[in-house]
């Protein structure tokens, strides 16, 4: 199956810091989605990106499907923004089946 | 507010015993999912089904069942046979259609112990 390799895995920051998280994948994707997720468990959707860029706010995605890999940008970091950060895809004809990094855990200090 | 609600939050077995894990969601969504999570891993596919009354193995299916009578639920058996079921159950549902086709959302998780 499909193999996707996140980093870094860990990133320390101090607050109003800028960062750049990768996703690299193994393979052609339908579906590409980047999540944060919380202290308590919660998985927040933060993009779907099987393409293109998107922003939100202080964070923007970009997915270069031809090279294999997505990029998530967190700019002006908060506390807030502490959590693991998940990259997952979706490939070889199925749309339905998510294969998740190990995710990058972000820590911004204050 | 639409979303997905897993009940409960935290669950408490002894081994040897079956236990079931509720998910519900009215979002209208078609698709349905399960997620198990172990400490500073990704989560891991363990069942999901594209319509009522259908669904397919994921990744690591065994020691697992599932059944899907209504289109708003999923309920998740983790029975005696799973070897090592303590661990962070997630559900999700997606739909296809314009926008984000089958963009999964998720709910806020159980947390399953297993003593």
């Known amino acids: 199956g499909i193999q996707v390799e996140q980093s870094p895995p860990d990133l320390i920051l101090q607050e109003g810091a800028n960062s750049t998280l990768r996703c690299n994948f193994s393979?052609?994707?339908?579906?590409l989605q980047w999540f944060h997720q919380n202290p308590w468990g919660q998985l927040i959707n933060l993009f779907y990106?099987?393409?293109g860029t998107k922003q939100n706010g202080r964070l923007s995605a970009t997915t270069v499907a031809t090279e294999r890999y997505s990029l998530l940008y967190i700019s002006s970091s908060q506390t807030t923004d502490s959590g693991v950060y998940f990259c997952?895809?979706?490939?070889?004809?199925?749309?339905?089946?998510?294969?998740f990094g190990k995710g990058t855990l972000l820590t911004v200090n204050p | 507010d639409g979303g997905i609600t897993q009940s409960p939050k935290y669950l408490f077995r002894k081994e040897g015993q079956n236990v079931t894990l509720s998910c519900e969601q009215n979002?209208?969504?078609?698709?349905m999912y399960w997620y198990r999570q172990d400490p500073g891993q990704g989560l891991r596919l363990i069942y999901y089904?594209?319509?009522?009354?259908?669904?397919q193995k994921g990744d690591i299916a065994e020691g697992y069942s599932v059944s899907r009578e209504k289109k708003e639920s999923f309920p998740l058996t983790v029975t005696s046979a799973q070897k090592n079921p303590t661990a962070f159950y997630l559900c999700?549902?997606?739909?296809?259609?314009?926008?984000?086709?089958?963009?999964?959302?998720f709910g806020p998780g159980t947390r399953l112990t297993v003593t």
């Open positions: 999700a549902s997606s739909t296809p259609g314009q926008g984000s086709p089958y963009e999964q959302y």
């Open positions: 393979d052609s994707v339908n579906n």
């Open positions: 990106i099987p393409s």
């Open positions: 997952a895809v979706a490939s070889g004809g199925s749309n339905y089946k998510l294969t």
């Open positions: 979002l209208n969504h078609d698709a």
């Open positions: 089904s594209q319509i009522v009354n259908d669904f």
